[in-house]
């Protein structure tokens, strides 16, 4: 009971697209579909949904391909972000609803219990083009939603939120999951993806470059980090004399450090108090989402505009 | 396999909402108010000519030396000029021309020169007894006018004649004779002869019928398209097209707008028509008997509007999945007008191919041709049902071939509304058009 994104290749004119990608997210789960812009995440998505047609390979659900599935299989959240702007909002949430199949009564009384929920009830007769750009996302995210979908595919959901938008839908996506939905989602944000995410796939130029559960990444690269708080007059300038540790980042009260192979973290605490030094934090943890993705694509995921036909 | 989605219901709830959004906007409603009463102001505007006309008395000045040959021509004159329509009370109809002797020429000419006369009819006895009836107007005559006066000096000089008989001849008072036209060469419709106020009536609604669809191709047309355009601009588009099929989508879209505009149309165009076909009992019921001057409309048969209806509504539909196609191409609704002007100019060649047939009563080799090739036969071939006979195998061939063009035209507008689509935000060429319309499945 699974998503399979089956060996996939896609190619427009002499560019590849996606070349032979692999992943699978199991049913019920939270997925990242982490990759720079052009990476081809959002023409993975549209085969899935059938806008486009696969070259090679298959996408399926459940053992069966998606273009033998009902649309109403899939909520989608495009990238390109739209709503009819002189439609009420009530009335454009129940008209998506009722091209997925759901009948218009239920995706009424659906549609008004999610806006009360978003903290916008007062819209729902109001015009889309009255709506803040948050507002507007908040609307897309319920038309993705209220045809009750098993697969979710959010293209960058999160982008441009506000915290207070994007707790109320971090909320809805465990929410979801919990629903027994499958949610596979874009983003540029590692640190979202590293908090919600079981899994993630990294694509970098149509191919799979990492995937599987975070941890097992985390693990399986091997890497070190030890962050460390000290106070003192010799300050923290001397961690980067240290044989085998990296400074990777210094902040007021934190230090986060990488240890190379052949050197213990005990070495570093005993380095400090041997400094003069007063530690007052000591933490031994495994490298970030956003480490682990630019180990594996070479820039950050908010880096590079390569932008392909898609 | 690829995904086959039926067409309804997904079409009939994108056609319905197309169709509410428009009839329900307030531009539509004020639009369809202000359209449909100029429509009815002109097709009830020939009922006011005639009521001003009635009330306008026209004055003409009958000179002559002999007084009692100027006595004589007023009642000849007045006898044709005024001559009341049956069914008026003569006791309180007013004569629309008022005759007057007026001794002295000069002042008739005077007067003419004035506009205090629209006429003046001058009446002289030539030396060998030949009665010279001159009649004098400014500018161009009417020729109904000029004809009733021409009848008048026969008239005339018939009761001249007549007058200089023996006092014991047995004869009656002089008579305006009746006058009818025909034509030796006239139309027949089914074995029966069509008037010739017939052909000018059927001519007339013909040219209305293609003026109408010509218009509505183009307005209606520009409305299909700028809804497939503004869904690009407001990026809906991609959210939609992962909802329903392109297919489903582009004929709800069509049906939809096409049936706002269809219906602002019946809006305007019945009233208008009935106003037209109704003009007489109109007038009648306005403007007493002496109102009714002849139904405009004639020989407007129910096979004619069926025709109409047919050839509109294939026409239109043709055109609404070309205008479709036109708005994929586009992202915003502003970079239409330099595309859709080409379209326009396609529905414009068979507007104007048309209209000869109207005039000429049937057209030559390239008419019959026009009214089967598919852009321009909606147009052609229901100029040649109204003024003429059409063998029916030639409507049905037309309408084969008509229905065909909409399918194919329909089939290349949802590949290119779905290439649109994937290539929104780009700036695309035709070839990667085609290219991205090739490659949708």
Redo the contacts between chains.
Sequence with gaps: MSLEVDRVTKRFGHVTALDRLEFAVPRGAIFGFLGANGAGKTTTMRICLGILEADEGAVRWNGAPSTELSRSTWGYLPEERGLYPRLPVLDQLVYFAQLYGAPADRARSEAMRWLVRFRIPEYANRRAEELSKGNQQKVQFIAAILHEPDVLLMDEPFTGLDPVNLALLREAFLELRDQGRTVVFSTHQMELAEAMCESVAIVDRGRLVAGGPIRDLKRASGRRIVRIGLNGTAGTGWLDTLPGVIVRSSGVDRTELELTDGIEPAAVLAAAVANGSTVTHFELDEPSLETLFIDHVGRPADDGERTLAS | ???S?PLLP?AA??AQ?EYR?RVRSRLYLVSTVILAVLALGVALAPIAARYLDSRSVTQLAIVSSDAALAERAVGVVDALLNNPPQGVDEATWQKPFQLGVVGDPTRAEAGLAKGSYAGVIRIERQDDGRLHVTFRTPGVADATRAQLIGFAAIGLAVLDWTANLPDDAQLDPFQAPQFDLESSTASTAEGRPVSQQEIASRGFVGTVFIVLMFLSILIYGMWVATGVAA?KS???????????SPRQLVIGKVAGIGGAGLTQYVAIAVPALLALALQDRIAQVLLGPGGVAGAPITGLTGQLLLAYGTFFLLGFTLYAFVYAAVGSFVNRPDDLQTLALPLSLLAMVGYLGALPILLTGGGGGIARLMSFLPPFSPFAMLARLMVGHVPPWEVALSLVLLVSSIVIVAAAAIRIY?AG??????RPGLRDFV??AT???
């Excluded at chain 2, 407001?234 to 329903?244: F, G, N, P, T, Y």
């Excluded at chain 2, 689509?421 to 780009?426: E, S």
């Design positions: 396999m690829a995904r989605d997904n709830i994108v909402r959004d869904e407001s990026r809906v588009m991609e959210l939609m097209i992962s909802a329903a779905s689509v994937l290539l929104y935000g780009q290219a991205a490659r949708i499945r």
